[in-house]
């Protein structure tokens, strides 16, 4: 099933939700250090604008970031590192966090190079691919619940029992610190995506995925910096797990209850980020809700482009939600296209960008949507 919202209004983001000067400072200097090296592609994707009647499409291709299949070391190591700058994080220290996946990995990518010791809350729902790549960083893997919620309070439970150092990218109260500097450093990502194209040049549309908002509120205010008129922000989540959607009609951190039948394991969500929600949703034109079949479908064609000369995304299937976002809503709920493009802001001249969030961290389940083995790169 697909859904689609547009709020009617969007509240204007308190001063607090932006990003400082000292901040955006000290995320440059971060990214000037990792080099050119850490920065992702930005693929054309002329098939892909066919196949949506766009002028343009671009995919930022976050399949492999750091050393890790997905976007999450942009948010974790800036975190880490700001802290062991601040005194936060000694040597020997443990940090923990709950995760579907990528962003448990990347903690235990950024303890490792800390000195530090890692521990990561997963849920039983957690593929078995992605706990071992987690525990192939070195970290303690420790499976508790059936959900990701779950796994984010036993976690924060244990943590401030033990004294140990949380570093999760979803917030709650008296916990926003953290999961800020993690938002600031993803939003490097769209700074990226602007000087890899020449002067001047703005994507009328970028979709997002949603997961607790972590993502979308550095992307939307990683646009806002980037642009004085910013592109429309759309968020794309699995529909079985539409948190930021239920929160965009209520206007508040909204929770909701599933069963989370997706298999879009880093979107699997049931609560946002409050601090994340706050931020981006001033900045959201539109929230589109997805099946695992709209997933698959896009996960095939950014892996088979439609020409020899078009460079292949192998994607996640959480990784392929933003382009099947796109797709969906342009189909519209009801099969209207028109109005679901319009709702989206897109016509035959719109150019736009998806953010593929993941690479292939479940190789069972990608070669069941593919029908065939993955076998890397």
Request: hydrophobic fraction near 40%; proline fraction near 7%.
């Amino acid at each position: 099933m697909t859904r689609l919202y547009v709020p009617a209004e969007r509240p204007q983001p308190h001063a607090s939700l932006l990003f400082s000067s000292d901040e955006r400072d000290a995320r440059h200097r971060y990214a000037q250090a990792l080099g050119a090296g850490a920065i992702t592609p930005l693929v054309d994707r002329p098939d892909l604008a066919r196949a949506l009647s766009l002028a343009r499409l671009w995919v930022k291709d976050e399949t492999h970031r750091l050393g890790l299949p997905a976007f999450k070391p942009l948010g974790a190591r800036f975190a880490v590192e700001t802290l062991r700058e601040r005194g936060r994080i000694a040597p020997g220290a443990t940090l923990v966090c709950a995760s579907e996946g990528n962003h448990g990995r990347a903690v235990a990518q950024a303890a490792r190079s800390a000195g530090c010791q890692a521990r990561i809350y997963l849920s039983h729902a957690v593929a078995a691919p992605r706990a071992e790549a987690i525990a192939s960083e070195g970290a303690t893997v420790v499976r508790v619940g059936a959900t990701y919620d779950e796994a984010v309070r036993h976690a924060a439970e244990d943590a401030a029992r033990e004294g140990w150092t949380i570093i999760s990218d979803t917030s709650w109260d008296g916990y926003e610190e953290v999961p800020r500097l993690i938002m600031l450093g993803y939003s490097q990502m769209v700074h990226e995506m602007r000087a890899q194209q020449p002067d001047g040049w703005r994507p009328d549309v970028i979709a997002v995925p949603g997961g607790v908002g972590g993502l979308l509120a550095g992307g939307a205010r990683g646009a806002a910096e980037a642009w004085p008129s910013p592109p429309h922000i759309v968020c794309v989540e699995p529909d079985s797990a539409a948190c930021l959607l239920a929160s965009a009609r209520t206007g508040r951190p909204t929770p909701v209850d599933g069963p989370f039948t997706t298999e879009m394991g880093g979107l699997r969500c049931g609560e946002v980020s409050p601090l994340g929600f706050a931020m981006a949703h001033p900045h959201v034109s539109a929230y589109v809700t997805v099946d695992d079949d709209w997933g698959a479908c896009a996960l095939r064609m950014l892996a088979r482009p439609s020409e020899a000369t078009v460079t292949p995304v192998r994607a996640g299937l959480s990784g392929a939600a933003a382009l099947a976002g796109l797709m969906a809503g342009c189909a519209d709920a009801h099969g209207q296209a028109d109005a679901g493009r319009h709702a989206l802001s897109l016509s035959a001249g719109s150019t736009a960008v998806v953010i593929a969030s993941e690479g292939v961290t479940d190789p069972p389940l990608w070669a069941r949507l593919m029908g065939e083995d993955y076998t890397g790169r």
